[in-house]
T-cell receptor, first 113, second 114 residues
Framework: AQSVTQLDSQVPVFEEAPVELRCNYS??????LFWYVQYPNQGLQLLLK??????LVKGINGFEAEFNKSQTSFHLRKPSVHISDTAEYFC???????????FGTGTRLQVFP | DAGVIQSPRHEVTEMGQEVTLRCKPI?????LFWYRQTMMRGLELLIY????????DSGMPEDRFSAKMPNASFSTLKIQPSEPRDSAVYFC????????????FGQGTRLTVV
């Protein structure tokens, strides 16, 4: 079975500050890794994904994430956040052998002016 | 393509009534997922289909919940009878085959059972 843990339910940060949203996963098989963003009253949109290759992946809106296999982590980072980044962020895994897409509980990023 | 389309966007119903949520996936997508989002549990996978066939329904909470996919362009999630604890936002998502295929989400149906 697989599980995804997002350690922080809420992350408050001031505008232009850096941010890191943490994600750890557990799986007995290899997985693909994703970060999705959900703006208020909307569905989820893909920010970035890791399939293979370079462990540092860049996504939309200036976000990037680094896959660390030994720590089974896939933390999301942005060097300078904007008010418009206020949203809920979800980490997800998709096992190689099932195509099931499993989400963490989400981290609410609140950016203050 | 218009994306994943869910209807209705909002549904308010009385306890005990039957509720049907609808989803039209993106054309050509082989996978369809139903999720439930609540404050307490976050985003839970209820069931997913591959080529219209249910693959894993282990997330369906009770027998009151059922999902069908009669063809490649339509799926329903039904709750009968509904209960107040079913109140949540229900999302449908679709994707191409293969783990690298990203999932596209609908806007969700906000269900309130009173």
């Amino acid at each position: 079975a697989q599980s995804v843990t997002q350690l922080d339910s809420q992350v408050p940060v001031f505008e232009e500050a850096p941010v890191e949203l943490r994600c750890n996963y557990s799986s007995s098989v290899s997985v693909y890794l994703f970060w999705y963003v959900q703006y208020p009253n909307q569905g989820l949109q893909l920010l970035l994904k890791y399939l293979s290759g370079s462990t540092l992946v860049k996504g939309i809106n200036g976000f990037e994430a680094e896959f660390n296999k030994s720590q089974t982590s896939f933390h999301l980072r942005k060097p300078s956040v904007h008010i418009s980044d206020t949203a809920e962020y979800f980490c997800a895994v998709r096992p190689y052998n099932t195509d099931k897409l499993i989400f963490g509980t989400g981290t609410r990023l609140q950016v203050f002016p | 393509d218009a994306g994943v389309i869910q209807s209705p966007r909002h549904e308010v119903t009385e306890m005990g009534q039957e509720v049907t949520l609808r989803c039209k996936p993106i054309s050509g997508h082989d996978y369809l997922f139903w999720y439930r989002q609540t404050m307490m549990r976050g985003l839970e996978l209820l069931i997913y289909f591959n080529n219209n066939v249910p693959i894993d329904d282990s997330g369906m909470p009770e027998d009151r919940f059922s999902a069908k996919m009669p063809n490649a362009s339509f799926s329903t999630l039904k709750i009968q009878p509904s209960e107040p604890r079913d109140s949540a936002v229900y999302f449908c998502a679709s994707s191409l085959p293969g783990g690298g295929g990203k999932a596209f989400f609908g806007q969700g149906t906000r269900l309130t059972v009173v």
